[in-house]
């Protein structure tokens, strides 16, 4: 992997991820752009104790432009982008619109593939190793940022997620506070080792998975499973098998498999809502709509939660789909909206059983 790091036409950094050793990076963004002006701060709910991005600048970022004229696709000729360079492997830059900023945190932006009608499950193994390092990087990058705590890199696909650009691309965003979902997991974790004497909750949950019907894919170094309560219609949770707290802690077995099963996740995905056991898919419907979601040990202190390391934390990937069956969507309404109390239309053995006939032949 080449790295290559270079500077927008206001300021905003660019780092390209080549394949190839020798490439030459030196295209300069010819776009008359004035430096970025966010108004992004972070409020805290003093009585839910979480924090709130407030980002109003980000009313005016782009909202589903042709194909022709999309940011995230490499400039040709006069068509000028957000990637200066006629061709790329993977680009991450600062976020034009970031919901977080300076103090307040960082936004990237991940471009998985230069082609513009691809999708992360089109990828090579080779072209989604690459993905995987770059993710490594800029979480190692990030981390060491003063203002940040808490390192989530993640894909939304789909318009119905409420993605604006239908390039493929992800995002990464360094918050400088410890999640709340973080946090109820370590909370979790402090209590289940207080309670056991010692014993770790991640490995604890695996091991029962592992042990059940929800497993989906299982290979030497990662192993997938419908959780037991899970949220979401269709929704698996990706574990490396040795426990580490980010993905700076992946070995090298890990690292080279991950490819091959995250690519064959993503297909079954894909292949959920169509064939023999399920509902067909609708002429010109769109493949399936998800959130792909990292979750990794904070950076910052711990000592909220006692007795907890970062190293009892467990790396790991939560994939779910909105859609509960062809043409249909899971809505965040009363229930989950107003007291986060999700209700799940799908039971949890049958998600994994539809996953496991959809594997690739």
Known sequence: MKKTSTRLADGRELIYYDLRDDLVRDAVDRRPLERTVTTSEVRRDPLLGDSVAIASHRQGRIYHPPADECPLCPSQGERLSEIPDSSYDVAVFENRFPSLAGDSGRCEVVCFTSDHNASFADLTEEQARLVLEAWTDR???????????????????????????????????????????????????????????????????LEQELAGERVVLETEHWAAFVPYSAHWPYEVHLYPKRRVPDLLGLDEDARAEFPKVYLELLRRFDRIFDGPHGEKEGAGEPLTPYISAWHQA???????????????????????????????????AGSESGMNVFINDIRPEAAAQRLREVASS
């Not at 939660?305 to 043409?327: K, M, N, P, Q, Y």
Request: net charge negative; proline share 5%.
């Open 298 to 332: 904070p950076f910052g202190a711990l000592e909220e939660f006692e007795g907890v390391s970062r190293d009892d934390f467990a790396l790991h990937l939560e994939l779910f789909t909105i859609r509960r069956t062809s043409g249909k969507l899971k809505f965040l």
């Open 139 to 205: 979480t190692s990058e990030l981390s060491h940022l003063p203002s940040v705590e808490q390192v989530f890199c993640f894909e939304n696909r789909g318009a119905e997620i409420g993605v604006t650009l239908g390039h493929p691309h992800g995002q990464i965003y360094a918050y400088p506070f410890t999640t709340p979902r973080t946090a109820l997991m370590l909370r979790s974790v402090a209590a289940h080792k207080e309670a056991t004497g010692g014993e770790n909750l991640f490995d604890a949950v």
